[in-house]
């Protein structure tokens, strides 16, 4: 079981990013996604999640109406689209998978998420 993130890098504010998280070694249908951040010296926060049954989505509200995430299931990849990126958007990006859904709140602090990615490091500035 892997999950595997890609398609951090540098970008000025006001730019955009997509990053993938590509799975093997498990069905991913079956599985909830989410994208977590962790910036220098805070904790790790929920950023956006993906059910597994009907692909219902949220996000925290920070990044509501700049962050999208969508999933490929034939393609075994979950992405994060991210646009009109902020300073404070800058931070390491993992995934993880939870058989859980969004119903839960608690989500949003990784509670029932496993198989944690490398992450990758996204950098907002000028």
């Known amino acids: 079981v892997q999950l595997v993130e890609s398609g951090g890098g540098l970008v000025q504010p006001g730019g955009s990013l997509r990053l993938s998280c590509a799975a093997s070694g498990f069905n991913l249908d079956l599985w909830t996604i989410g994208w977590f951040r962790q910036a220098p010296g805070k904790e790790r926060e929920g950023v956006s999640c993906i059910n597994k049954s009907d692909g219902s989505t949220d996000y925290t509200d920070s990044v509501k109406g700049r962050f999208t995430i969508s999933r490929d299931n034939a393609k075994k990849t979950v992405y994060l689209q991210m646009n009109n990126l902020k300073p404070d958007d800058t931070a390491v990006y993992y995934c993880?998978?939870?058989?859980?859904?969004?119903?839960?709140?608690?989500?949003?602090?990784?509670?029932?998420?496993?198989?944690w990615g490398q992450g990758t490091q996204v950098t907002v500035s000028s």
């Open positions: 993880a998978r939870s058989w859980g859904t969004t119903r839960d709140p608690a989500w949003k602090r990784g509670a029932g998420f496993g198989s």
